[in-house]
């Protein structure tokens, strides 16, 4: 079921803006306010998790052969991840 | 059965707030509220009330604690004045926005400075916008009935609205009066078991106090304007329904001798019962003198403050604060907006009374009344006055 984004009236709000579904944040897709994007050089890669331990959205998660990628749908672009990356294995590129 | 006992309106208050069996209290003391949770702390401890009595470190955390067991589907009391209501102010307009009903009585007291623990209305006047519904007590017997009100209207689903209970510091929180305490049975009858609209458990998901990004601001507060706007239906619904099990009457502006009234007065809180004297005492001197005494100023009753002034020639507003720079009183600013567009409305003179406990006598009404009794025909020189304030010229 397509959900919406927003109550289209005031009449659609819930009391106090209550919110009854678990987790709907993720609908919240704030991928978008972003300018630049993280990518990962994996041959510099060490594979410490460090980017996956400061990413503050959570967004950054381990693939199957232990890298680590961000899902760009959640990633603001704050660059946290490329500034902890010791090895220098991140790089900023304009989105 | 009620019983009519002689007790401290802030005791009995306390009192009627236990029957009312809170699940959690959460308050820190200021005068002149002081003992009403003192009270509460006393039935606690002793084992009268099965309640989480939260002895806070300060006003911030007593609201505080009182917005996350509200959030948790308790029953919620707090009581507060002046400089402890500020202290709240934080959380004060977060409870209504996240519909908790939180009952908290506000012992009525002028905010510094100067300093001054005694009676005013600048209190309750920082928080009139913030969403609280609010009324005012005339007496101890309509403190007490206004307690076990306002458990009822607040949980009302159609409400879910915090309600502030005001009364006066001192004049009303210290005097011992004749009351008629109901038992707790007939409160029990009166006011069952909160069922919460939606409450914070693990079974039971559910997020409060979320963020309103600008897509959404502006519904959410148009939606809490429309629920305390429609809170009124459920305040007089409450208020039959009290009325036919205690026999007391409530309505949201009472009035007396308006009948044949050409010059009126209003009031609210305890100055109320002061003026019905001033009123009988003009009456026999001659003068068509009526009062009007708001018991329900949040949500304000502008249709029935129409109805209520009809055929006047003047109204005198007496306000118990004012508005710093302001162009009225707080009382009369919104009367007067109310007033406007009829097409017939009496002159508006507004006088300031009582600020940080000076007294109100009968004589104070008398001198207003025949002072402004002509208003109608020579317009006050200014929109409002300091009555009886000293002045060298």
Known sequence: MAEKKWPESWQEVNPGLMVFKPASARSYLTGGWRAQKPIWDNTK????????????EGCISEDAEGFFVADLNYCKGCGICYHECWPRAIKMIED | MS????????????????????????????????HIPEHLAEIVAEGHLDCEFLPVESEHSALSACAGASAAGARVY???SSQGLLYMYEIVPIIPAMRLPIVMSLGNRAISGPINIWND??????????????MFAANGQEAVDMTIQAFKIAEDHRVMLPVLCNLDGFQLTHVVEAIMMPDQEEVDKFLPPRKPYGAVHPDNVVSMGTLG???IYTEARKAQ????????????????DFEKMFGRKYESIESYQTKDADVIMLTMGSMFETATMAVDQLRKEGFKAGLLNMKLFRPFPADELKAAVKG?????????????????APVCAEVKSVLYDEPVRPAIVNEIIGLGGRDVRIRDFVEMFKKSATADKVKPERAYEFYGVRSSS
């Open chain 1, 45 to 56: 890669c060490i594979k410490c998790g460090v980017c996956y331990l400061f990413c503050p």
């Open chain 2, 121 to 134: 209305h600048s209190d309750v006047m920082s928080v009139r916008d913030l969403g609280w519904i609010s």
């Open chain 2, 213 to 215: 990004l600008p897509e």
């Open chain 2, 225 to 240: 304007d429309e629920a305390i706007i429609n809170s009124k239906k459920v305040i007089l619904e409450v208020w039959k």
């Open chain 2, 3 to 34: 019983k009519r006992v002689g007790l401290e309106i802030a005791l009995a208050v306390a009192e009627a707030a236990a029957m009312c069996r809170p699940d959690v209290i959460a308050a820190y003391p200021i005068t002149p509220n002081t």
């Open chain 2, 78 to 80: 707090t009581a507060t």
């Open chain 2, 312 to 328: 006047a020639r003047v109204l005198i507003v007496i306000d118990r604060a004012f508005m710093m720079g302001g162009v009225a």
